[in-house]
């Protein structure tokens, strides 16, 4: 043991009338380590400085038809691990609409409070997702019958709500989300904003959210938008567009559900560079990398590693793009994750086992973190 440095009388003396070992609290529990691992032994305590890695906070979605109670509030082996790995995090389901939003006149915070207030305690950022989109919309909303004017007054009372509550704790919205079709072309029947409202609906959601957080960083984020393709240039065109009417978007996120059956986007950073050429924010948002299992459901060694690869290429990729400082992971064990529940035989997709111990791509995401944090120092 260290022997202890003593600064000075006086504070030593203020210092011993300090109870040397605080009172365990739910908060200081979830900084405890797990036996073998090492305190530093982390994916936040491996990232640069100013680079925040994150997860989806599993709860509501697809969690709801599982045979297990809701993760977030009830695992505690999951909770301990999210704050000691994560320095972002991103409610997977629970500020979408038909969480928080279940009534017309009825909003339910409890749980994107629950998780505002767990990433305050660990000293974590929050990524907000989402405000404009065509999925997960309550059937109050979508089969309402509203006027154009009922409902443009419905989102921005929305926005003002629920990005007001949140204000100042919010470090990125995904403000609109998925607008685009794979083609590049705009969502015009899914998305009940854009059919009902027109794509002028977009910039006023915008301002809404300046307006209501004038210190977030506002986003759009999609899926299939990795490369450089008909989607990612749809985005790039209305981003200047929009800049045009000045009105002020700072960032594009890109998803990045990554699956092995279709090989890497090996244009991702030159796909973010565009981005950040006009000066935006980047972020990867909600990776993860399926696969597809063999008969045992145990991936072979092989997948583990070419997944590994995978993951390392979207960090490397990032790390690579100037104003890409945030990157997130779409859950971080497979007991909870998306993947098996909506593309049958694949799966395997997150950085650790059921049980939380490590695969190969949690060690070549923290790999990467390291070698980035020892070049930028
Ligand atoms: O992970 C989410 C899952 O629990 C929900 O059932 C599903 C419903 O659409 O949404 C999942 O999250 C999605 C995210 O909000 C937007 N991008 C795609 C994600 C995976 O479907």
């Known amino acids: 043991m260290k022997p202890l440095r003593i600064v000075g009388t006086t504070l030593l003396a203020t210092a011993l009338t300090i109870p040397l070992v605080a009172p365990a609290t739910a908060a200081s529990l979830e900084r405890h380590q797990p036996p073998g691992h090492a305190k530093k032994d982390t994916l936040r305590a491996a990232a640069p400085k100013g680079f925040v890695i994150g997860t989806a906070v599993a709860g509501g979605g697809h969690h709801e038809s599982q045979p297990y109670p809701d993760p977030f509030t009830s695992d505690e082996p999951y909770r301990a691990a999210l704050a000691r790995e994560f320095s972002s995090v991103s409610p997977e389901n629970q500020m979408k609409w038909e969480y928080i939003h279940p009534e017309r006149d009825r909003y339910n915070f409890a749980a994107a409070d629950a998780i505002v207030d767990f990433a305050r305690r660990n000293r974590q950022v929050v990524r907000g997702h989402t405000l404009l989109w065509h999925s997960q919309n309550p059937a109050w909303l979508e089969q309402g019958g509203f006027s154009k004017e009922e409902l443009r007054e419905i989102l921005r009372e929305h926005i003002f709500t629920v990005v007001g509550r949140y204000k100042g704790r919010i470090q990125q919205w995904d403000v609109a989300n998925e607008i685009f079709d794979g083609e590049g072309n705009l969502r015009t029947q899914e998305n009940i904003w854009i059919r009902e409202l027109g794509p002028g609906i977009i910039a006023d959601a915008f301002r809404w959210t300046r307006e209501a957080d004038p210190k977030a960083e506002l986003f759009f ?116 994750s998306w993947v098996p529940v909506f593309f049958p035989a694949e799966g395997a997709a997150t950085v650790m086992w059921d049980d939380l111990t490590r695969k190969p791509a949690y060690f070549a995401l923290q790999d990467s973190l390291k070698e980035a944090s020892n070049c930028r120092r």
């Open 221 to 336: 984020n999609d899926y299939g938008v990795e490369s450089i393709n008909a989607k990612s240039d749809a985005y790039l065109a209305l981003i200047k567009d929009l800049r045009a009417q000045g009105v002020r978007v700072d960032g594009f996120s890109a998803q990045a559900h990554l699956s092995m059956r279709y090989g890497f986007p090996a244009d991702l950073a030159d796909n973010l560079r565009r981005f950040s050429r006009l000066g935006l924010e980047t972020a990867i948002t909600e990776l993860d990398v399926r696969m597809d299992l063999p008969e045992s459901g145990t991936p072979t060694d092989e997948q583990l590693a070419t997944q590994a690869e995978y993951y390392q290429r979207t960090l490397d990729a990032c790390l690579s793009v100037r104003g890409c400082d945030s990157f997130t992971i779409w859950g971080f064990t497979d007991k909870y």
